[in-house]
């Protein structure tokens, strides 16, 4: 059996024409919003047998959980090993009876952003709604009080100031995706720009 080199087994964690970075860079279209406990909420709507709402304070009494992460961002910087801290969405989800006709999930955001995703991506083990990232609270620029995490998709599926998931049948493009992004998102096969879509087959 042939000897990995170190460069090798990095590079099996890079995706291709991204290069690492040890900083944490703030990617964010439009200003930080302004974050208030006592009005911030956290909703649940769409095909769901009963939408969800939950205070700023339920919300983080929540069963906490802990990831370690590799984040992608199409603009090409590439954070390896990001811990984060918050709830996983396989947890959130025993709260929350999906009807069997939903198939996307379209996140909404403080500020208007949305990101769409596929439920059976959204609904794997790998997803988190975070609060806390290296054993700090979020900055307000990455997200606080709270953000989804989607590490095996570009970073721009992974919403900051997250309030609500609405659960749908139909696909419906989020902000990026509408702006010439690609509306899956896998760094691993360089889905990066909408026009690669009339490309597959
Ligand atoms: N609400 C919101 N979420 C967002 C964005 C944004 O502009 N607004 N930018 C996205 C992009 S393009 C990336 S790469 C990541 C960057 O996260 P960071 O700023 O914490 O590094 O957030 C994503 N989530
Ligand atoms: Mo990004």
Not at 4 to 10: D, G, N, T
Not at 38 to 50: A, H, I, N, P, S
Not at 51 to 56: K, Q, S
Not at 136 to 151: I, K
């Amino acid at each position: 059996m042939k000897t990995r080199l170190p460069s090798e087994k990095a590079g099996a964690r890079v995706p291709p024409g991204q290069v690492l970075t040890d900083k944490f860079p703030v990617l964010t279209y439009g200003p930080t919003p302004r974050f208030d406990p006592r009005t911030w909420d956290f909703r649940v709507t769409g095909l769901v047998e009963e939408p969800l709402r939950l205070t700023y304070e339920e919300f983080r009494s929540l069963p906490k959980g802990v990831m370690v992460a590799d984040f992608h961002c199409v603009t090409t910087w590439s954070r390896l090993d990001n811990q984060w801290e918050g709830v996983r969405i396989s947890d959130l989800m025993r709260l929350v009876r999906v009807k069997p006709e939903a198939r996307f999930v379209i996140v909404g955001c403080d500020g208007g952003y949305t990101a769409n995703l596929p439920l059976h991506e959204f609904l794997d083990q790998d997803t988190m709604l975070a609060y806390r990232h290296d054993g700090r609270d979020l900055e307000p620029d990455h997200g606080f009080p709270l953000r989804l995490v989607v590490p095996k998709l570009y970073g721009w599926k992974s919403a900051k100031w997250v309030r609500a998931l609405d659960f749908a049948a139909e696909d419906q493009r989020g902000f990026w995706e509408v702006r010439g992004y690609h509306n899956h998102a896998d760094p691993w096969k360089e889905e990066r720009y909408s026009f690669q879509e009339d490309e597959e087959t």
